[in-house]
């Protein structure tokens, strides 16, 4: 398997531009989460979906920020407009459902650095 | 309020040397702890997960503990190597809604020789 593929890896762009994220989950995995890591705020979770439909999105900064699943192999993460404090790390993650308390074990993907001048 | 703490935030070791990451957390209720590895420009890299029934946790060089009772955690590296150096985050979960985190902020492992 290839794992969570990310694209892009890196993407500049000017303040006030769209931009868009994107991420393949693992196949099979029915859970998908957006983090975004920053040095001073670490990793945060920005929204997460189980089977396509969004559970939590409490994480999402702002109205700027939207995410969609469309199917199972694909999530996007939007953000209109850009702002220069939106320069951070994205990692899109996906995890398949165990039983017990354990939870689900996650993969993380490569992350795409955002960087907004 | 959730949080997880970690500590050293810092920390430089001899190659070969063993070391202690500590974690405390205030999540509640707990389901489960995690320890991720993750190097630098890449995705977190799972190493353990404990829920409350277990104590130790191992995986290669390295184990993990967990007290439930103390709301504590520790991340031991035994006979370090140049590959060990990363940021390795402490995770947290509360019960129900499994995928409820709390992160750490880390700590950042320099391996020297």
């Known amino acids: 398997d290839a794992g969570v593929i990310q694209s892009p890896r890196h993407e500049v762009t000017e303040m006030g531009q769209e931009v868009t994220l994107r991420c393949k989950p693992i196949?099979?995995?029915?859970?998908l989460f957006w983090y975004r890591q920053t040095m001073m705020r670490g990793l945060e979770l920005l929204i997460y979906f189980n089977n396509n439909v969004p559970i939590d999105d409490s994480g999402m900064p702002e109205d700027r920020f939207s995410a969609k699943m469309p199917n199972a192999s694909f999530s996007t993460l939007k953000i209109q407009p850009s702002e220069p404090r939106d320069s951070a790390v994205y990692f899109c993650?996906?995890?398949?459902?165990?039983?017990?308390?354990?939870?689900?074990?996650?993969?993380f993907g490569p992350g795409t650095r955002l960087t907004v001048t | 309020k959730n949080q997880v703490e970690q500590s050293p935030q810092s920390l430089i070791i001899l190659e070969g040397k063993n070391c202690t990451l500590q974690?405390?957390?205030?999540?509640?209720?707990?389901?489960?702890l995690r320890w991720y590895k993750q190097d630098t420009g890449r995705g977190p890299v799972s190493l353990t997960i404990m829920t409350f029934s277990e104590n130790t946790k191992s995986n290669g060089r390295y184990t993990a503990t967990l007290d439930a009772d103390t709301k504590q955690s520790s991340l031991h590296i035994t006979a370090s190597q140049l590959s060990d150096s990363a940021s390795y985050i402490c995770v947290v979960s509360a019960f129900p809604g499994y995928q409820k985190v709390t992160f750490g902020t880390g700590t950042k492992l320099q391996v020297i020789p």
């Open positions: 974690c405390n957390y205030t999540v509640s209720p707990f389901s489960n």
């Open positions: 196949s099979g995995h029915d859970y």
């Open positions: 993650a996906s995890s398949f459902r165990t039983s017990g308390r354990k939870g689900y074990e996650q993969y």
